[in-house]
Each structure stands twice: as structure tokens, then as C-alpha cells.
């Protein structure tokens, strides 16, 4: 007997309790908690992301459309980056304004030569307010998971509204779960000393994130 | 120390060291403390705590209850995907999966996501014996592996260190693994941080297998879940060529939507945050994103003996957040390590002694290492009553009775170790059941009480040890209702 | 309303102050309560100590002795959660075990009308003043049976606050367990102990005079550790503290 068999089976047994008709899935949950918390209008949801973004040490910036290349410009001379890792689909007006060298992500650059590359600008696929959290899902203007995990600094921008839900609830109900996803809330963190907070271990140490949208 | 946990002695035995451990005690008390404060704010937060929780609670019993089903919808899903499943009925056999498949790469070394599973089948010392070496990644594992150390906590398993023990550590002992921590090295978590993060990553970007496990398994869509913090386990699943993940069969939700209950509740209970840094979720491979080739070893290894068992199975709920550990006022005093196993704390002791049997001393000893407080069912966010299993356990151990081990019906003997109590409980049902007989031993007691010594030989010293003992009044209450009428008749 | 005292083993035979401050209590409310001698145990001891089988006819008696009360009030939270949680249960098991419905229609009966002291008088009676005085300062330790399987929350805490003369200090870390737990306190007696010390130092802690709880097993314990490490604090049973007046005061 093979292994998935005698599992299986020893399943089957373990469960003799159980009737063959016992509830089914669609009613054998109550979901009585809520979609979102709150109820916010579209502007107050905004704002929660921005607070709930900076509460875990991301550094929160807005721009228009038009402000966008020239803040992405200013935030990578700030981090004094010589190159910036870009995604294949990235909005080539993003990076428009100039600055560091652009490093495409291709499929046989291996980790050790992207771990050269000290910033990465992406977009993102949704981003959570209540949990100040951004998820990605590799999407032409978000990449391989791994240029948002190689670079010291993230620069993440979020179109506002259109880009932001509420809660945890609505964003798995805009997400491919085909896709390989990457939910990010702060910059990496731990807590393992103490059992107290300390950010910055493996993945981007800095997280940059632009809110863009408006007039 | 040794890095396993056979021959361990019971559970009061080894909590009485760590009891008289000053520094173990301060540790452990400056974490848990810490960590309860954040995690009762985090869930105050959120404002339909209750209903996520009993969501949660039915979600996994529903899978429970239909095990055999979803398992083989995750199979064909994964398959589809372009994984490969496996399944290992006992730790030996995912033991042997798992090195055959790092062999078939041609690599003698892996880098690992913090994992219970492959702690709990002792992947590590598998591999080692085959020449292969197991990098622990996760900051708290680096810890207890650079310093040959046991885990004792679910989430931090080096909540026994300090700050200044892990500064020596890593001082002492990463050269030995590769890079040497920096020089001058001081106790900050933060620089503690950047050791670990410089030592790691030679060996995350020359890594060509990871291995993993999972939070969740999603049935429906083939999809797994690791949530983490530090950007370790991002690392061990995108940038390998070979993905091995190493998951226990409970781990299964039905749907992609059942994630939304436990990405709120998951977070918030563990490492109290709004939500962890890094959540990963893969179906099978992706074209030019991440390993090329994904293993899913499905694991049983006493987790449907525990399913056999109608009290028992609620265990197989639990989701590793650690809560009932940060509560327990006995995690507390005894440390992890106490629990002779890698689930310590009050889930440890209804886990263990049912995926391994109360066959050892240590097992058998789990199900009273508890005062039966309550904190831990309080907390917990998919509702396991930790104390009802607790007593279900006592009950297997004094009373016996029939269990499944390894798939087998077997009927447990009364404990030997427990004849003296098992006499003494008949001997008291005997007594309660006659008001008489009751009624003539508390005149006998409260006749004699001028002779009752304030310290008791035998078992009794367990009590009188530290504590007095009550003094007897001169009658009890019985004899004075009687006597007064019930204080009518205006006697005192 | 016929209203029985479910006094409890411990209190009986150890604690019969605690008995007679109860029925002083609820005479002085108006409430005529009876003792039914025949009342023995409840069978916790046996039950949490994994001897479900001989707790039964022990939880048997019981419903035999209170059947016939309109409401039982016990001034133990644990005892009090015995009958509330754990005997519908131990109906349920049985049932499960193919033992029929018997044990769990014997035990239904007093389930319902089985009340702890403090959610008697603050739900049924709806009194939070007791009317009674105690000039001393108080800290409260809610012992875990009583706060968890019961859910008594604040009740204890509101009667403390009416009590003229009483000067209620929060104890520290008060939800944390004392230690005693039953046969925990002897089959772990090193983490109990330390348990019961830590209790007994935030007690101290707070200044008071006294530690109420509702409990005496419980009390048992902490008041016997606060003697061996000769604390200035002493342990009081809630009920002591109701009963006393001006004219009749408790120490």
C-alpha cells in the first residue's frame, strides 16, 4: 500500500464520527465578522494607509501623476543609489526625470549580481488600509519577486484610490491566487530578541512608499 | 546540550530547574510580559475579534471533518499547478523523501524557512547524516542552531536567550558556519540584526534548494502560505531552483477566501502586528519567477491518531501563533524546554502526547502541566479549549482506555504510576457519596485537630514544602447548621 | 424562590466562616437558605484529575440533593463552573460513549439554577450594595474559574466598591493564576509554588491588608504561601467581607 493510501485511509477511519452528509462547506461557516472595519469613505481610506504604512516604518510620500518621476528622482539621489533595478512592464514616465542607472531584471541575471543593485521601483498589485500593507503579484510593473527582496531600498508606488482597499477581506477578493503574491507591511522586521520589535533584517531595510494620484 | 528530545524526564522534574533558573526566569518573564500587553492591544483593535475567531474555529473543524477529501483536491491542484506531492506517514519516511530529493539535485547544502514540521521530524539531523547541511535561517533558529541548543518557544524559539547570551553566541560561533560576526559586536538588537543579516545572505544567494513549510495550504486553488517577518523565508522560497516544503496535513483550508479569516487573526495573535511584514503565497511554479521545481511532502506523523479522537482532534486546529504560550503562567515558570518537545507550552502539552502517544515518562506527565487556568483557551484565535483536552488526557493516562496509534485501535491499561491516586479518588467518590461517612471523617479531623503537624510527610511535603497547611476549625460548617438551626436559634 | 447553599467540601469541613458568612448575608438580604445536609462534593477534583467515570455519580447526587431548590448558590467559582460547565459535559461524553441520554437529563436540572455568590446577588437579587462595612484596604484576586468558565467580570469588584469603609487597590497582574489548581499544587509543586510567591508579592505589592477572592481552595493556597514567607497580608473570603456589618464586624 502506498503512503497517500494508508494515509487516506487511516483518515477515513480516524473519521467515522463524521456522517457522509454532514454540513456542507457553504453552510458549515458563520461569517459574521466584517468586511471592512469602519466603513471609511474613499479619502479617510487613504489616509488610514498612509498612517498604518508609516506605523510600521514605511516612509510615506504623495505626488500627482505629474509629480511622480520627479519625487522618485529625488528619493533615489537621496539613498545616493548608482543603479535602480526595474521590473520589464515599468511606466517608462516613472523614471523619466533621470537619475541612477537603469538595471533591467532579466531571467538569467543571478542573485549575487542583482545583490549589487542598491534600490528597486515597482508598482503593486493592491494595497490594505487597515493593515498598511502592500501586495504584489509579480505584474509587469512589479517583476520577479526577488528584485523587491535582493535591494537595500524599495520605492513601492500605489495609485490612490484605485489601487487601495479597505481591509484583508476585499484584497483577496481582487488577487489571482495563481500568481505567486508578496504581501509586504513595513520594511522586514523581527522579533525574535526579546520578543521585541526591531525592523530591518533580510529584505529592504528602507520602503518607500508613493502614494500617487489626484490633482 | 543535545539537539533532541528523547529520554527527556517529566515534566515537573525538568520545569523544578527551570524554576530555580534566575536568569531564565527574568528572560522569559521580560518576553512574555512584553508580548501579552502588545497582543491584547492588537486584538482589542479589531472590533469583530469574536466572529473572526469562530470563523476560524469552524473553517478547520469543517476541513477536519472532511480531511480525506481536501487532501485530494490539494493534490490535484498542486499537481496541476506543476508541483510534485509526496506523502510520509511518519517523520522516517518524510525524512528519507526530503533527502533523496536534495540528493537529486547534487547539493550538499539547504537553506531553510523556520519550519515545526521539520523541526518536529528532526529534517536537520536527517540531512546531516546523509552530508547534507541545513542552514536555519529564521533569526531566533540561527540562534538555537549556532548554539547547539533546543527550541523552546513555537514563534522565538530562543525566548530563553537574552540579549547578551545571543551577542556571545554569534560572537563565538558564526565563523564556524561561515561569516564571522563583525567586530566589536555589541548586545543591540539592532547590530545583533545585522550580524545575522550579513551572515545569511552569502548563503541565500548561492542557495540552489529551499526548504519550507507552510501556515495554510489552500485546497481549492493548490495555493501555500508562509507569513513571516524577517524576509528569510522570501528568500528560501523565490531565489533556490528547488523548493521543498515540508507540511502537515491539518494545515489545509478549503478555499482561497478562507485566508481572509486568518491573514486578520494569524498576525495579530503571534507577533501582535496589525499584520507581519512578509505574507508569501505560491501555486506550484511560475514561469521565470522562483524555483523551477516545487516538492509538497504531506506529512502525517500521529495527526490522524489525533484525528481518531473525537476530544483530541480540536488540537489539529491550531495554526502556531504561540498565544497560549505568551498567557500561560506555567510556560512562564518552566520555559520551553520543560515540555520535551519542539510544541511547548498549553498547545504543546495536548499536542505532544497525542502525535507521539503517553507511551514516555515526559508524555505522560504533559497533561498535568497545568493548573487548568484557562488563559490559554482565552486566547486562542481558533477557540481549542486547551484545559477540556487537558483533563480528556488525564483521563486517557488514569483511566485508559482505547486510542489509534499509527492508524491502529489500541487499548490503553490504567497507568501504573497512578494507583495510589486512582485508589484515593474511589476511596473519596465512595466517602462523597454518603453524607454520613463524610460528615463522621470532618468530626475525626476537626477532634484531632490540635495533633495535625504544620508539615506533611509524604506526597503531602509536595504541599507543605512552601506552603502551610489551613488549620481545622473546631466544627464544620454541617455541625454547626445543625446545631443552630442554620443560626436561627442565634448560637454562633 | 427556594434557595439552597451549595457550600462545598472544602468550605464545610475547612472554611465554615465562609458558610456562615454566606447565610448571614442572605438573611440580612431577605432570602431564606436552606443547607441540604445529604450535599457532599461536586466531583471536581475527580473530574480535572482525568477520573471522569467516579465523578459521575458524584454529579449524580448532586442533582439529586439540589433537583428541587429554584436556585443554588455556591461561594466557590469553581465549583460554581463545575456544575454550569463541565455537567453538561460530562452528559454530553456519556452520550458520546453510547451511555444514552440518562446522565445528561439527570444533570440538566441544575445547570441553570446553579449561580456563584457574586452573580446571585448582583443578577438575581440586583443588589450591589450589600449594606455591609469593612474598614480595611482590599485588593481582589479574580480567581480563574470564576473569571473565565464563568464570566463573573466585574461583579465581584462592583460589591467590593459598595462596601462602606473599604478601600478597593488594584492588584497587579491580578488575571494571572495563583498556583493552586488543584492536584496541580502537588503533582507540580515547584511551579505552583512560584506561582503562588509571585501572587502573593503582587499582592503585597499593593499595600492592602487583605487579599478577597471567591474562592477558598484558591485562598487556601495563597494564604498558606503569604504565612510561609510571612507577608503582611492576609487572605479573606468575598463572602466574609458581605456579611460583615457595623454592628457585626469581620476582622
Known sequence: MSSRERILGRVRRALADVPRDDTPYERAVERAYLREHGGLGVEATVDLLAENLADYRAIVHRATEEELPAVIMRLLAEHGSPYVLVPPGLPPEWLSAGGPTRVDDRAESTPAELDGVASVVTGCAVAIAETGTIVLDGGPEQGRRRITLIPDHHICVVRVPDQVVASVPQALGRLDPARPLTWISGPSATSDIELDRVEGVHGPRTLEVVLVGGE | ?492 | ?251
Open chain 2, 1 to 492: 546540550m543535545s539537539g533532541t528530545f528523547v529520554g527527556m524526564p517529566a515534566f515537573p522534574v525538568a520545569a523544578r530547574e527551570a524554576v530555580g533558573d534566575g536568569t531564565l526566569r527574568a528572560n522569559l518573564r521580560h518576553a512574555t510580559h512584553t508580548i501579552r500587553a502588545k497582543r491584547a492591544n492588537a486584538v482589542a483593535e479589531v472590533s469583530d475579534w469574536a466572529a473572526l475567531r469562530e470563523a476560524g474555529k469552524q473553517i478547520k473543524d469543517h476541513t477536519l471533518r472532511r480531511l480525506d477529501d481536501y487532501l485530494v483536491q490539494l493534490e490535484e491542484a498542486v499537481t496541476a499547478a506543476g508541483g510534485v506531492v509526496h506523502w510520509a506517514a511518519d517523520a522516517d519516511e518524510a525524512n528519507r523523501i526530503v533527502t533523496a530529493l536534495v540528493k537529486e539535485t547534487g547539493e550538499s547544502e539547504v537553506v531553510k524557512v523556520k519550519s515545526m514540521a521539520t523541526q518536529e521530524i528532526g529534517l536537520n539531523e536527517a540531512l546531516e547524516a546523509e552530508g547534507i547541511r541545513a542552514y536555519e535561517t529564521d533569526l531566533a533558529e540561527l540562534i538555537v542552531q549556532l548554539g547547539k541548543d533546543r527550541p523552546s518557544h513555537i514563534l522565538v524559539p530562543a525566548i530563553h536567550r537574552n540579549r547578551g547570551e545571543i551577542r556571545d553566541i554569534f560572537a563565538r560561533e558564526m565563523g564556524e558556519w561561515g561569516r564571522a560576526a563583525p567586530e566589536g559586536l555589541t548586545d543591540t538588537p539592532a547590530e545583533l540584526a545585522e550580524a545575522a543579516r550579513l551572515h545569511l545572505r552569502e548563503k541565500f544567494l548561492r542557495a540552489k534548494v529551499g526548504i519550507s513549510g507552510a501556515n495554510f495550504m489552500v485546497a481549492e486553488t493548490g495555493t501555500l502560505v508562509v507569513v513571516e517577518s524577517e524576509g528569510n523565508g522570501r528568500m528560501c522560497l523565490t531565489l533556490p531552483e528547488t523548493l521543498i516544503s515540508v507540511v502537515g496535513i491539518e494545515k489545509i483550508v478549503p478555499t482561497w477566501r478562507d485566508l481572509e479569516v486568518f491573514l486578520q487573526t494569524l498576525p495579530r495573535s503571534s507577533t501582535a502586528e496589525r499584520m507581519n511584514p512578509y505574507t508569501s503565497t505560491w501555486t506550484g511554479t511560475s514561469d521565470g519567477d522562483g524555483p523551477r521545481v516545487f516538492h509538497l511532502v504531506l506529512l502525517d506523523n500521529g495527526r490522524t491518531d489525533t484525528l481518531a479522537d473525537e476530544v483530541g482532534r480540536q488540537a489539529l486546529r491550531c495554526i502556531r501563533c504561540s498565544a497560549c504560550l505568551n498567557v500561560c503562567p506555567v510556560y512562564e515558570r518552566a520555559g520551553g524546554h520543560a515540555y520535551g518537545s519542539v510544541y511547548p507550552g498549553p498547545i504543546g502539552a495536548i499536542l505532544s502526547p497525542q502525535l507521539r502517544g503517553t507511551a514516555s515518562e515526559i508524555d505522560a506527565s504533559l497533561p498535568y502541566a497545568s493548573s487548568l487556568c484557562g488563559a490559554c483557551y482565552e486566547v486562542c484565535p481558533v477557540a481549542i479549549d486547551i484545559p477540556e483536552v487537558l483533563v480528556h488526557l488525564r483521563e486517557r493516562i488514569a483511566e485508559g482506555g482505547e486510542v489509534t496509534r499509527e492508524g491502529n485501535k489500541v487499548v490503553l491499561r490504567p497507568a501504573k504510576g497512578h494507583a495510589a491516586e486512582r485508589a484515593a479518588m474511589r476511596a473519596a467518590r465512595w466517602a462523597f457519596a454518603r453524607p454520613g461517612v463524610l460528615r463522621a471523617g470532618q468530626r475525626l479531623a476537626s477532634r484531632t485537630r490540635r495533633l495535625h503537624p504544620r508539615s506533611l510527610p509524604g506526597p503531602g511535603r509536595a504541599w507543605s514544602a512552601t506552603r502551610d497547611l489551613p488549620p481545622v476549625p473546631a466544627e464544620p460548617f454541617r455541625d454547626w447548621w445543625q446545631r443552630t438551626n442554620g443560626g436561627k436559634d442565634g448560637a454562633k
Open chain 3, 1 to 251: 424562590m427556594r434557595v439552597a447553599l451549595f457550600l462545598t467540601c472544602v468550605n464545610d469541613t475547612l472554611y465554615p466562616d465562609t458558610g456562615r458568612a454566606v447565610v448571614k448575608l442572605l438573611t440580612r438580604l431577605g432570602v431564606d437558605v436552606d443547607f441540604p445536609a445529604a450535599q457532599t462534593c461536586c466531583g471536581q477534583a475527580h473530574y480535572n484529575t482525568g477520573y471522569r467515570h467516579e465523578a459521575e455519580p458524584l454529579a449524580r447526587h448532586f442533582a439529586d440533593v439540589f433537583g428541587e431548590y429554584d436556585a443554588i448558590v455556591t461561594p466557590s467559582g469553581s465549583c460554581g463552573a463545575m456544575v454550569r460547565e463541565l455537567y453538561p459535559r460530562m452528559g454530553e461524553r456519556a452520550r458520546a460513549e453510547g451511555r444514552g441520554d440518562s446522565l445528561a437529563a439527570t444533570l440538566a436540572p441544575v445547570v441553570p439554577k446553579t449561580y456563584e455568590l457574586s452573580e446571585f446577588l448582583v443578577d438575581v437579587l440586583g443588589v450591589t450594595d450589600v449594606g455591609a462595612y469593612y474598614p480595611h484596604t482590599v485588593t481582589y484576586h479574580p480567581t480563574c474559574h470564576g473569571l473565565r468558565s464563568l464570566g463573573l467580570g466585574d461583579r465581584p469588584r462592583r460589591l467590593l466598591g459598595a462596601v462602606k469603609g473599604l478601600e478597593l487597590v488594584e492588584l497587579p497582574g491580578a488575571e494571572e493564576c495563583c498556583g493552586f489548581g488543584g492536584t496541580f499544587a502537588v503533582k507540580n509543586a515547584d511551579v505552583s509554588a512560584a506561582m503562588g510567591a509571585d501572587k502573593v508579592r503582587n499582592a503585597e505589592s499593593t499595600g492592602a491588608e487583605v487579599l478577597c477572592a471567591a474562592d477558598n481552595s484558591c485562598l487556601m493556597h495563597i494564604g498558606g504561601t503569604m504565612t510561609r514567607l510571612r507577608a503582611g497580608i492576609r487572605p479573606v473570603h468575598l463572602a466574609e467581607i458581605l456579611a460583615s456589618t457595623e454592628e457585626e464586624p469581620a476582622v
